[in-house]
């Protein structure tokens, strides 16, 4: 049994920063996420992936993260972390933080589990 927990969203200004944070709570037999990391969904607009990253550490980052945002993992805690900066207001959206064995890392049904997300508003 997986479960994830976002936190660390809010309001902020354009241009400002946020950092995310994801925690996986794991019970029973020992689980290893290979691939964890954040999608986004905005009002009106199809769910996107924003960035990943394995337990190896190799990430990858959507073209409108690039740049601004940075993804960490600490495989000990099983958490991960997504600092962004220079936030625009295209930015402001529902965070979800993922987790799985993904065959596409792109592809959103391929992750097994979701936490129930975290709301990031920029003001213009």
């Known amino acids: 049994q997986v479960q994830l927990v976002e936190s660390g969203g809010g309001l902020v200004q354009s241009g400002g920063s946020l950092r995310l944070s994801c925690t996986a709570s794991i019970s029973g037999s020992r689980v290893i996420l290979k691939t964890m990391g954040w999608y986004r969904q905005a009002p009106g607009k199809e769910r996107e992936l924003v960035a990943n990253i394995a337990t190896d550490g190799a990430k990858d980052y959507a073209a409108v993260a690039a740049g601004r945002f940075t993804i960490s993992r600490d495989n000990t805690k099983n958490t991960i972390d997504l600092q962004m900066t220079n936030l625009k207001p295209e930015d402001s959206a529902v965070y979800y933080c993922?987790?799985?064995?993904?065959?596409?890392?792109?592809?959103?049904?391929?992750?097994?589990?979701w936490g129930q997300g975290t709301q990031v508003t920029v003001s213009s």
């Open positions: 993922v987790a799985g064995w993904p065959h596409d890392t792109n592809r959103e049904s391929d992750y097994a589990y």
